[in-house]
T-cell receptor, first 110, second 114 residues
Framework: GIQVEQSPPDLILQEGANSTLRCNFS?????LQWFHQNPWGQLINLFY???GTKQNGRLSATTVATERYSLLYISSSQTTDSGVYFC????????????FGTGTRLQVFP | DGGITQSPKYLFRKEGQNVTLSCEQN?????MYWYRQDPGQGLRLIYY???????QKGDIAEGYSVSREKKESFPLTVTSAQKNPTAFYLC?????????????FGQGTRLTVV
């Protein structure tokens, strides 16, 4: 099956710093989403981005489907950005399920 | 507000008991999913349903059962056959599973075996 790897696994930042999270996938995908899991466990939708670039405030994402990766950019990080960031994909030959990456745990300190 | 509601938020189960986790959505979505998350890990698919009265096993279905009698509801039963049920359970829905649409998640149920 398709493999989804995220890097780095852990990231520690001081408030105000910028960061880039990466999601690599081993095969073509139909669908790619980025989620933020907050300290209470809730998964919050950040981006639905099977290709191209999107921006939402301090966050932006780019997916280059032909090269099988997606990047999530966080600028001017805040303590509330702390949590785990997951990317999730849907494989074109198995469209029934969202396959999650390994996650990046982000800690932002004041 | 439209969304996905999971209940209860916390659940304690004694050894050998069956428990049922509720998931309700008012988004008019066809597809619904159950995932399990263990501490420090990603999400693994338990069961999913693309339409009422139909559902399929995911990657870790053993010890779990589901039903889909209504479009809005997809309850998950954790049976006594599940050897290690302590985990965080997340329910999701999507407009249609075989389409390029966004999936949304509930707030989760944290199950602990005591």
């Amino acid at each position: 099956g398709i493999q989804v790897e995220q890097s780095p696994p852990d990231l520690i930042l001081q408030e105000g710093a910028n960061s880039t999270l990466r999601c690599n996938f081993s095969d073509s995908v139909n669908n790619l989403q980025w989620f933020h899991q907050n300290p209470w466990g809730q998964l919050i939708n950040l981006f639905y981005i099977p290709s191209g670039t999107k921006q939402n405030g301090r966050l932006s994402a780019t997916t280059v489907a032909t090269e099988r990766y997606s990047l999530l950019y966080i600028s001017s990080s805040q303590t509330t950005d702390s949590g785990v960031y997951f990317c999730a994909v849907v494989h074109p030959y198995n469209t029934d399920k969202l396959i999650f990456g390994t996650g990046t745990r982000l800690q932002v300190f004041p | 507000d439209g969304g996905i509601t999971q209940s209860p938020k916390y659940l304690f189960r004694k050894e050998g008991q069956n428990v049922t986790l509720s998931c309700e959505q008012n988004l008019n979505h066809d597809a619904m999913y159950w995932y399990r998350q263990d501490p420090g890990q990603g999400l693994r698919l338990i069961y999913y349903s693309q339409i009422v009265n139909d559902f399929q096993k995911g990657d870790i279905a053993e010890g779990y059962s589901v039903s889909r009698e209504k479009k809005e509801s997809f309850p998950l039963t954790v049976t006594s056959a599940q050897k290690n049920p302590t985990a965080f359970y997340l329910c999701a829905s999507q407009r249609a599973s075989r389409s390029n649409t966004e999936a949304f998640f509930g707030q989760g149920t944290r199950l602990t075996v005591v």
